[in-house]
């Protein structure tokens, strides 16, 4: 039998994957709709051509560099949620920080910006490479860069940075918040986040800053089994 | 004179820029906002016949635009447009007034069908709002 607990951290993960994949999925329904509405126009111009209306080169142009910007996004999005998908693969893996933190943060662009908050990234020059749970981190991430987006407000601004500690034997990822402070503490995702962390042999902090930036520091060691 | 004049709010640009062109070539008259703040100072300088309205916006989104475009207009016939049609946000979108709500991609000649209906229907409430207005007079003065 599963504990509740147990039952709640696989219900809070489906959740996650839910989240993601919907706000994927409608971003790729408006790539698809764009490139339906282009193949709509292309009709159009071939209708007009078989009534004695030539076709401009240059309206030819201006599609072809339509389809393929909207090509390329999709290709994107499909990338970054294929990375994240393959995320829960193996329990424990090791792969590269700043990667997996740039894929969520990646996924996590809408959200922002539908908020018209920027959302920013720093990675380190070198890669981090981390031995533990990839999809765990990404949720991690995903929920304190949440927290924070709660409050924000248009034109703030959330920064994510990964760092590795002096003595190379762990990592961290700090998300600082907008530059007010938090007027809503959540504490059930304060209560989540620290568990998140622990299940990853990392800690989690929260400060606010002089700048009265709420900053959420996540620690992770490098290898949790070592 | 056109088809009809629509006001077209979506926060996608290529998408804008081709239904506009392609609706335009069917004779309607198109005006473009990219964010809700812009689409409610358009629709208060402008007279639309109807108003399609993308659902999912950074900023103000769909549903709300809709709700500010009807308090300053409760005659403008607005279509809702998204990608992710939810029962949960087509019924809000129809109680909170709009005329129909249309999942994307979406097929232009029942936008276009949609739109006729809408400048119908806009005409109509104009009428009788006149017709009323008229009755009001009439009554008040006894010729």
């Known amino acids: 039998m599963l504990e509740d607990s147990e039952l709640q951290a696989g219900r809070r993960e489906l959740s996650f994957f839910g989240t993601i994949t919907a706000s994927v999925t409608h971003e790729l329904n408006n790539v698809l709709s764009i490139v339906e509405q282009v193949a709509g126009l292309l009709e159009d111009m071939l209708a007009a051509q078989e009534s004695g209306y030539p076709v401009k080169p240059e309206k030819l142009a201006r599609i072809h560099e339509r389809i393929t910007r909207q090509t390329k996004r999709g290709v994107g999005i499909i990338k970054s949620l294929n990375s994240f998908a393959h995320g829960t693969d193996e329990p424990v893996s090791e792969f590269d920080l700043n990667h997996i933190v740039g894929n969520i943060i990646t996924l996590s662009t809408r959200f922002a910006e539908l908020k018209k908050v920027r959302l920013e990234s720093e990675y380190t020059a070198e890669e981090v490479k981390i031995t533990g749970d990839p999809f765990l981190l990404q949720q991690a991430v995903f929920s304190g860069f949440q927290f924070l987006l709660e409050d924000a407000k248009k034109d703030d601004t959330i920064v994510v940075t990964v760092s590795q500690h002096e003595n190379g034997s762990a990592a961290q990822v700090q998300i600082k918040g907008p530059a007010h402070e938090k007027s809503n503490r959540d504490e059930p995702r304060i209560e989540f986040l620290n568990y998140l962390t622990a299940e990853l042999g990392g800690t989690f902090t929260m400060n606010g800053s002089e700048d009265h930036r709420e900053t959420l520091t996540l620690y992770f060691p490098l290898n949790k089994f070592a | ?143």
């Open chain 2, 1 to 143: 004179m056109a088809e009809a004049k629509v006001l077209l709010v979506d926060d996608e640009e290529d998408f804008t820029e081709v239904l506009s062109e392609r609706m335009e070539t069917r004779g309607f008259e198109v005006h473009v906002s990219s964010n809700g703040y812009d689409a409610l100072k358009m629709a208060q300088e402008n007279f639309y016949d109807a108003v399609i309205l993308d659902v999912m916006m950074p900023g103000m989104d769909g549903i709300e635009t809709l709700k500010h475009l009807l308090a300053g207009n409760p005659d403008l016939q607005v279509i809702l447009l998204t990608g992710v049609a939810t029962l949960q946000k087509g019924l809000e979108a129809l109680k909170s007034g709009a005329m129909e709500f249309l999942e994307k991609p979406a097929d232009i000649n029942k936008l276009m069908d949609l739109i006729i209906k809408a400048r119908t229907t806009r005409e109509r409430l104009t009428d009788e709002r006149i017709d009323a207005t008229m009755n009001k007079i009439l009554k008040k003065r006894a010729w």
